[in-house]
């Protein structure tokens, strides 16, 4: 089973009991600094935050894309480097 579609099945299983307007999915190469900026710059709560290691920043986009389009908060963008690791977040 490759990470894409373990990631998906995880953050599938992750938000299967509340709707997915209530969840937001992002990428970052830096997840200290984006988990400080939702919880102390944007005052999110980020109790619930999970993160995966995706094989691939095209990897990562397309599951960013994916939940979007399920009805996830988020935004696809930002300056990610293919040479870095890509995590994706939920929260």
């Not at 600094?33 to 990562?60: F, G, M």
């Amino acid at each position: 089973m490759t990470a894409k579609v373990v990631i998906v099945s995880a953050i599938t299983l992750k938000v299967s009991s509340t709707p997915h307007r209530y969840w937001r999915i992002g990428l970052t190469q830096n997840l200290t600094e984006r988990k400080k900026y939702w919880s102390e710059t944007k005052k999110e709560d980020v109790k619930h935050w999970s993160d995966w290691q995706a094989d691939s920043l095209s990897d990562a986009q397309e599951i960013e894309s994916y939940f979007i389009n399920e009805g996830m908060q988020g935004g696809t963008g930002g300056d990610l480097s293919s040479q870095s690791t890509t995590y994706v977040y939920v929260f």
